[in-house]
């Protein structure tokens, strides 16, 4: 059973940055790794996603200049790294990870999921 626990979340004030690391227990993960966010009230938003294998990475277009995702595949862990912040980044930051991935901006498609950290921008 694969395991997610995320960390890294906290509180930045705008123009600030952070990076969120996404740790995968339990045995090597060979899948894909995601980021999604949400807010109260609001679905599950697309973040980032990473492929295991080199270049398989897409940043949603709304982030991409600010946001980038990464992997260590020899520590089993995605990072998220936001620069730029804004303070309508504020959400839970919930790391996803799938093995069967095909489309990687959709949640359906991601068979295990973390509990989420908070990232608040203040103004």
């Known amino acids: 059973q694969v395991q997610l626990v995320e960390s890294g979340g906290g509180l930045v004030q705008a123009g600030g940055s952070l990076r969120l690391s996404c740790a995968a227990s339990g045995r090597t993960f060979t899948g894909t790794m995601g980021w999604f966010r949400q807010t109260p009230g609001k679905d599950r938003e697309f973040v980032a996603a990473i492929r295991r294998s080199a270049g398989g990475s897409y940043v949603a277009d709304t982030l991409q200049g600010r946001f980038a995702i990464s992997r260590d595949n020899t520590k089993n862990t995605a990072y998220l790294q936001m620069d730029d912040l804004k303070p309508e980044d504020t959400a839970v930051y919930y790391c996803?990870?799938?093995?069967?991935?095909?489309?990687?901006?959709?949640?359906?498609?991601?068979?295990?999921w973390g509990q989420g950290t908070q990232v608040t921008v203040s103004s």
């Open positions: 996803a990870g799938g093995r069967g991935v095909m489309t990687l901006s959709a949640a359906s498609d991601y068979d295990h």
